[in-house]
C-alpha cells in the first residue's frame, strides 16, 4: 500500500510540474501588458521600463520561474515595486488590489470549502442512497419517483434553481436570511443559515446524477453470478448486497465523485454569482476580467491541486475496494 501511494504521489508531483509551467507560461502568452495594468496614471515609457526591471521581468524566463517556484516554497524579495519580501506561500501580489495572493486566497478559499463540502455530503448521500434503493426496488412507485426526481434534478441549472429557492426562501417566505458567509468559527448556525441555500441547490443537481448512475450500476452489479451465487448460499439480503453488491457498484461512483468535488472546489463560479457569495470563482473570474496576472496563475495552480488531491484520494479509495488496484 505503501508503495501505490508513493507512486501516485510522484505522479500527482509531477502533474503539478506541468501545469505550473503551463501557468507560468500564460503570463507571457497573454496580450495585457502586466506593467501597464499596475501603473494605471503618470507612466511614461521609461517609468514603465523601471518597474519591469523591479518585477525581474527582463531576467531569463528560467530563472523567473524557479524564483517564482522557489517563493511557494520558502518566500522570495519581490522589490520596492511589489512591495518588499513575500512570506512563503508567495504567490505574488495582486496588480488591481496590491495585496498579497496568498492573503487573498486566504479569505476566498474558506468561502467556496464551506459551499462545496457540505454540498458534497448532502448530494452523496442523497444521490447514492436514492440509486440504490430505487435498483433495489425496481418497477415500484419508488423508484419511479426516484427517476422522475433524477430527471428533472438533470434537466436543470443552477442559476434556475438558485433563483427560485432565493424568491421562496428569503424574498416571499423570508425565513432564511440573504445567503453570505459566516466563518464556522465564530458563529455555526448564522454559517449554515447562510450557506443552506447554495448547498441544497448544488445537492439536487448533483444527486440527480449520482441516482441514475448509482441505480445503473447497482442493477447491472446484481446480475452478476457471484451476487446470486451469495444468496443461493443462504447469505442474506442485506449481506449480499451491502458487501458485494454496493461494493462493486461504488467503484466508478468513486472517480466521478472524486472529479466532481475536485473540479467544485477549484471554483463554484455560477454557484457564488448565483447567491451574491464571494469566493474562489468569482475571484477568478474578476481576475481574468481585470487581467490581475498573478491572481489568475494562482487560481490555475490551486485547481490544479484540488484536481491532484482529488484524484489521489481517488485511487487510494480504489485500492480499498478493490486490493487488485494496487497491482497495477
Not at 29 to 41: F, G, N
Not at 267 to 280: A, D, H, K
Request: aromatic share 10%; hydrophobic share 50%.
Amino acid at each position: 500500500m505503501l508503495r501505490f501511494l508513493i507512486k501516485r504521489l510522484l505522479l500527482g508531483a509531477l502533474t503539478m510540474f506541468a501545469v505550473s509551467l503551463v501557468a507560468f507560461g500564460m503570463f507571457f502568452m497573454l496580450p495585457r501588458d502586466a506593467v501597464a495594468t499596475m501603473c494605471v496614471k503618470n507612466c511614461n515609457p521609461e517609468r514603465l521600463e523601471r518597474v519591469r526591471v523591479e518585477l525581474g521581468l527582463k531576467d531569463p524566463l528560467i530563472d523567473q520561474y524557479t524564483g517564482y517556484m522557489k517563493g511557494i516554497f520558502v518566500g522570495r524579495d519581490l522589490g520596492s515595486a511589489q512591495g518588499g519580501y513575500c512570506d512563503a506561500p508567495c504567490l505574488g501580489y495582486s496588480y488591481t488590489s496590491s495585496e498579497e495572493v496568498s492573503d487573498i486566497f486566504a479569505r476566498v478559499l474558506p468561502v467556496t470549502l464551506s459551499i462545496v463540502l457540505p454540498a458534497a455530503v448532502l448530494w452523496l448521500g442523497l444521490g447514492i442512497g436514492l440509486g440504490m434503493i430505487s435498483a433495489l426496488k425496481r418497477g415500484t412507485v419508488f423508484d419511479r419517483l426516484a427517476i422522475g426526481f433524477s430527471l428533472t434534478g438533470a434537466s436543470m441549472q443552477i442559476y434556475f434553481v438558485g433563483g427560485m429557492l432565493l424568491l421562496i426562501f428569503v424574498y416571499t417566505l423570508k425565513v432564511l436570511p440573504f445567503p453570505r458567509y459566516t466563518s464556522p468559527w465564530e458563529d455555526p448556525l448564522e454559517w449554515a443559515r447562510g450557506l443552506v441555500l447554495a448547498w441544497v441547490a448544488l445537492a439536487f443537481l448533483f444527486s440527480a446524477v449520482y441516482a441514475r448512475l448509482s441505480r445503473a450500476q447497482m442493477l447491472e452489479v446484481l446480475t452478476e453470478d457471484y451476487v446470486r451465487t451469495a444468496r443461493a448460499k443462504g447469505l442474506s439480503k442485506s449481506r449480499a448486497y451491502g458487501r458485494h453488491a454496493l461494493r462493486a457498484a461504488i467503484t466508478p461512483i468513486v472517480t466521478i465523485a472524486g472529479l466532481d468535488i475536485g473540479g467544485a472546489l477549484g471554483g463554484t463560479v455560477i454557484t457564488e454569482t448565483t447567491f451574491g457569495i464571494q469566493g474562489l470563482g468569482r475571484t477568478a473570474v474578476e481576475a481574468v476580467r481585470l487581467g490581475d496576472l498573478p491572481t489568475i496563475m494562482a487560481t490555475v495552480l490551486i485547481s490544479a491541486v484540488f484536481i491532484v488531491v482529488a484524484n489521489i484520494v481517488v485511487d487510494l479509495l480504489y485500492a480499498v475496494i478493490d486490493p487488485r488496484v494496487r497491482l497495477g
